[in-house]
């Protein structure tokens, strides 16, 4: 694949010895963060301090971590980059932890006293909805013992999820797929999309069986992988006083629960129009079963192909009314800026992704197949 359609982490950290050294630093900074614990209240200048140098190693740590992750995204069966991605968790776990004093203490400082110190120090006016959110968070927060206790598991909270990508997206070996001549054609996590809207039945079919079967033949280990995340969410729930793992998921980024069952309730109420759908599609492609190999077929003879380059044209022109300075950043960002990893390639992921953080920009995982589907994903990403 071309370096031209891979993302440049160099933005990030110019070389894996500056990602080594930027951890080292975090490191250090993390004793200096304990030492505000239990003085947060002497002074406005010393809660400023501890909240912008907080700010700081939190943007360092991210910056470490998502190196890390997308260059293990990248490539699941690389050893190097999964063990840097290992390493970046740990790092944010104890970040997490060195920092879990301050909210039980600011909490226990009261918003009366955050007032007074926020008219003493211009620096502390930007927390306001950040102090606000606090008094919501009261009741689900804990001792700072116990926070720290919480803090720390998240490092070994990621098993589960790490698991799975390493037997779904570096372990797990696929039977080849078959078009109707009997060409072979190459399974993969990145390559699954292309050929199961390939206008080929019996090609689709074939990806499905393969892909599909290779998961059943580990069913077990998923069932174990998956039965952990939920205890481990159940776990986090009754830890912070919510009554539900919904309420645990949804009250911190003040999400009203209405909103989740609202989206169930309407999928169901228009059920009736995705079974028009289906017999629509069904009429149109002449089968006799709709298969779920069926569903992304495309519905016309000849597919219009859509090239990568083709998909970013197109996004970019209906982007035009956002403004000259958004299209010029998109068509950058995508074609010239490297914040794009393209195509698929053997051992990528193959969920599409958009990560960033701040003072940095934007990474795109993406799979492109050029066709409609292609250009879709890469729109919901880019937005």
Do not use: C
Request: glycine share 4%; aromatic share 10%.
């Amino acid at each position: 694949m071309s370096v031209e359609r891979q993302w440049d982490l160099s933005t990030i950290f110019p070389t894996d010895q500056d990602w080594l050294r930027a951890g080292e630093t975090v490191v250090d900074a993390l004793a200096r963060l304990a030492e505000f614990q239990g003085r947060l209240n002497d002074s406005a200048d010393v809660l400023a301090d501890f909240l912008a140098l907080r700010a700081e190693v939190a943007r360092q740590t991210k910056h470490i971590e998502l190196y890390a992750i997308l260059k293990a995204a990248a490539d699941a069966s690389d050893e190097t980059a999964n063990a840097q991605a290992a390493k970046a968790q740990t790092l944010l776990a104890q970040y997490n932890a060195s920092v879990a004093f301050a909210e039980p203490e600011l909490m226990a400082i009261g918003r009366v006293r955050l007032n007074e110190l926020q008219t003493e120090s211009a620096r502390l006016a930007i927390y306001t909805r950040y102090f606000d959110w606090l008094d919501e968070r009261r009741p689900h927060t804990r001792l700072a013992e116990v926070e720290a206790v919480l803090a720390q598991l998240g490092d070994s909270f990621n098993t589960p999820v790490n698991i799975y990508r390493q037997l779904a997206d570096a372990d797990l070996t696929f039977q080849p797929a078959f078009d109707s001549s009997g060409t072979p054609h190459a399974v993969a996590q990145s390559t699954y999309l292309p050929l199961i809207v390939h206008p080929d039945r019996e090609l689709r079919r074939t990806t499905y069986e393969s892909f599909h079967d290779a998961h059943l033949g580990v069913k077990n280990t998923l069932t174990q992988v998956l039965t952990g995340s939920v205890k481990q969410d159940l776990f986090k729930a009754k830890a912070r006083g919510y009554d539900s793992s919904l309420a645990a998921s949804l009250d911190p980024k003040r999400i009203p629960h209405g909103v989740f069952h609202n989206l169930i309730d309407v999928f169901k109420r228009k059920l009736p129009v995705w079974h028009r759908y289906w017999r629509l599609r069904k009429k149109i492609l002449e089968v006799e079963t709709l298969y779920e190999y069926d569903v992304k077929a495309p519905l016309t003879k000849q597919a219009l192909p859509i090239t990568y380059q083709q998909a970013v044209e197109w996004i970019a022109a209906s982007m035009q009314p956002l403004g000259k300075e958004y299209v010029e950043t998109l068509r950058h960002g995508a074609l010239g800026g490297r914040w794009v990893d393209v195509y698929p390639n053997q051992g990528k992921v193959s969920t599409a992704f958009s990560a960033g953080v701040q003072g940095v920009n934007p990474f795109i995982l993406h799979n492109h197949s050029d066709d409609v589907f292609g250009m879709s994903i890469l729109a919901h990403e880019l937005g």
